[in-house]
């Protein structure tokens, strides 16, 4: 049996079962997370383009385009809130499939749970099947991915499972996802292609995620695809891609973000922090800063002068420089006020970053740095640093209220903060209603 129709058949069967406890909290926690980046990232250049361009081509329909006071049909809507949860890298990701499942699979059921009016455990349910699938299918490939080229199967999984879509038509929207799915090997299938640098496609994310719900669609409406696109022992390691599922809890096993800019990035600002607050070394005395990091990390683009907002979340040298002159804040959230700045370019300049082997060995199940600042003639040497928010030592949820508060103090007011916290607590208690109402009535500050 083609392994596009064994996942329609887990999808299927998962359908029926009831969550454990630990897989509940796991996707509460999940929402409130891609709920944080979602709100923070909501008036940055990329989300609003996508808003406009969404009023044209995707008129129409009644699901909220979060915190904008907008509307739109299925496809639009997870479009529009895709765009925001990832704008700032400030959402989820899972190291076995070294992409971002969250915002892809949550917007799309959270808004697919709304139009087919499920119950809260339905809608969680889904969210962990969209992991399930999404994660697997991503990890079982062969050559790195961006994210976009396999986060599709898992919104498919998650508006399967809501939508209650029969298990022939869902094969066939898990294939024609696939083959659907945005071309990005030039920025993702190995060293014989340009550094990644920074964009507002954002891995493709939002867009394959349009093209998976239309995928759903268009197989539920009859249109075939090709059963047999993950059957290729060229891309995927097959043994063992749809066995676990079900058994692998995915989602609990994914790690959150404490900064707004690319994973790789985090380990080396972590141990900078470190180092700039144990010693108390002062910025504008630092002669040079040395990176010791994986490869993983050097294949970012890595400027020390990005060319826009968003490349500077892929550069190590600059967002280096940006907390070392402003403090941790300056990454949470990132704003347009970061971006070209002359004296966080001369200290970036300063800068070197350069491979570790024994840290390269431990990527991608670790990513890890070591960070040494050379000033006024002396070097201090941070321990290997490991980025905050990993699996192994996950948030709780007063640590991601926090970072709620603190990811959104631009755009919200606190009357505002305490109310998305206040529904984000009704979901974990069991009611996502006044969750829902909360997207299409709170307005932040998209314009």
Same mark, same amino acid.
């Not at 979602?38 to 995707?58: I, L, N």
């Not at 939508?163 to 898990?174: D, I, K, M, S």
């Not at 990644?196 to 994310?205: N, R």
């Given at each position: 049996?083609?392994?596009?129709?064994?996942?329609?058949?887990?999808?299927?069967?998962?359908?029926?079962?009831?969550?454990?406890?630990?897989?509940?909290?796991?996707?509460?926690?999940?929402?409130?997370?891609?709920?944080?980046?979602?709100?923070?990232?909501?008036?940055?250049?990329?989300?609003?383009?996508?808003?406009?361009?969404?009023?044209?081509?995707?008129?129409?329909?009644?699901?909220?385009?979060?915190?904008?006071?907008?509307?739109?049909?299925?496809?639009?809507?997870?479009?529009?809130?895709?765009?925001?949860?990832?704008?700032?890298?400030?959402?989820?990701?899972?190291?076995?499939?070294?992409?971002?499942?969250?915002?892809?699979?949550?917007?799309?059921?959270?808004?697919?749970?709304?139009?087919?009016?499920?119950?809260?455990?339905?809608?969680?349910?889904?969210?962990?099947?969209?992991?399930?699938?999404?994660?697997?299918?991503?990890?079982?490939?062969?050559?790195?991915?961006?994210?976009?080229?396999?986060?599709?199967?898992?919104?498919?999984?998650?508006?399967?499972?809501?939508?209650?879509?029969?298990?022939?038509?869902?094969?066939?929207?898990?294939?024609?996802?696939?083959?659907?799915?945005?071309?990005?090997?030039?920025?993702?299938?190995?060293?014989?292609?340009?550094?990644?640098?920074?964009?507002?496609?954002?891995?493709?994310?939002?867009?394959?995620?349009?093209?998976?719900?239309?995928?759903?669609?268009?197989?539920?409406?009859?249109?075939?695809?090709?059963?047999?696109?993950?059957?290729?022992?060229?891309?995927?390691?097959?043994?063992?891609?749809?066995?676990?599922?079900?058994?692998?809890?995915?989602?609990?096993?994914?790690?959150?973000?404490?900064?707004?800019?690319?994973?790789?990035?985090?380990?080396?600002?972590?141990?900078?922090?470190?180092?700039?607050?144990?010693?108390?070394?002062?910025?504008?005395?630092?002669?040079?800063?040395?990176?010791?990091?994986?490869?993983?990390?050097?294949?970012?683009?890595?400027?020390?002068?990005?060319?826009?907002?968003?490349?500077?979340?892929?550069?190590?040298?600059?967002?280096?420089?940006?907390?070392?002159?402003?403090?941790?804040?300056?990454?949470?959230?990132?704003? %347009?006020?970061?971006? +070209?700045?002359?004296?966080?370019?001369? @200290?970036?300049?300063?800068? #070197? *970053?350069? !491979? &570790? =082997?024994?840290?390269?060995?431990?990527?991608?199940?670790?990513?890890?740095?070591?960070?040494?600042?050379?000033?006024?003639?002396?070097?201090?040497?941070?321990?290997?640093?490991?980025?905050?928010?990993?699996?192994?030592?996950?948030?709780?949820?007063?640590?991601?209220?926090?970072?709620?508060?603190?990811?959104?103090?631009?755009?919200?007011?606190?009357?505002?903060?305490?109310?998305?916290?206040?529904?984000? %607590?009704?979901?974990? +208690?069991?009611?996502?209603?006044?969750? @829902?109402?909360?997207?299409? #009535? *709170?307005? !932040? &500050? =998209?314009?």
């Amino acid at each position: 049996m083609e392994i596009s129709r064994q996942l329609a058949g887990y999808v299927a069967a998962a359908g029926e079962q009831a969550l454990t406890d630990d897989l509940r909290e796991a996707a509460c926690r999940s929402v409130l997370d891609l709920v944080i980046a979602a709100a923070a990232g909501v008036a940055a250049s990329g989300p609003r383009a996508v808003r406009r361009v969404a009023r044209v081509t995707m008129a129409g329909g009644a699901l909220p385009v979060w915190f904008s006071g907008e509307t739109a049909g299925l496809a639009g809507a997870v479009w529009c809130n895709a765009s925001a949860a990832a704008a700032l890298d400030l959402d989820d990701g899972h190291r076995m499939a070294r992409g971002h499942p969250g915002a892809a699979i949550i917007p799309a059921a959270l808004a697919a749970a709304q139009e087919a009016g499920s119950t809260t455990q339905e809608l969680l349910r889904a969210i962990v099947v969209g992991y399930e699938v999404g994660v697997a299918v991503g990890a079982a490939r062969r050559f790195y991915a961006n994210t976009g080229m396999w986060s599709g199967h898992g919104v498919v999984a998650a508006l399967g499972a809501l939508r209650r879509t029969p298990p022939e038509a869902l094969a066939h929207a898990f294939a024609i996802a696939g083959m659907s799915a945005p071309n990005q090997l030039h920025a993702g299938a190995g060293p014989a292609f340009r550094a990644q640098e920074g964009s507002d496609v954002k891995e493709g994310i939002p867009w394959s995620s349009v093209t998976a719900v239309n995928a759903l669609l268009l197989a539920e409406a009859g249109h075939g695809g090709p059963l047999g696109l993950l059957d290729n022992d060229e891309h995927f390691r097959l043994e063992g891609l749809v066995a676990g599922l079900g058994r692998q809890n995915y989602i609990v096993r994914n790690y959150m973000k404490f900064h707004a800019c690319c994973r790789h990035v985090h380990a080396p600002v972590e141990a900078l922090l470190g180092l700039l607050a144990r010693h108390r070394i002062d910025p504008h005395r630092i002669e040079a800063i040395e990176v010791a990091t994986y490869g993983g990390a050097l294949r970012l683009a890595n400027r020390p002068r990005p060319q826009g907002f968003t490349d500077v979340q892929f550069s190590i040298p600059y967002c280096l420089a940006l907390v070392a002159i402003d403090g941790g804040d300056a990454l949470l959230p990132l704003t %347009g006020d970061a971006v +070209d700045r002359t004296d966080v370019a001369a @200290l970036a300049d300063k800068v #070197s *970053l350069h !491979l &570790d =082997p024994e840290l390269d060995a431990r990527f991608p199940a670790e990513t890890l740095s070591r960070v040494m600042i050379r000033s006024e003639g002396r070097g201090f040497v941070s321990p290997v640093t490991a980025p905050r928010g990993e699996a192994s030592a996950p948030p709780s949820w007063a640590d991601l209220e926090e970072k709620l508060q603190r990811a959104t103090r631009i755009v919200a007011t606190v009357a505002q903060q305490r109310r998305l916290l206040d529904a984000l %607590g009704h979901l974990r +208690d069991g009611n996502h209603a006044s969750l @829902l109402q909360t997207f299409a #009535s *709170l307005t !932040l &500050d =998209p314009a």
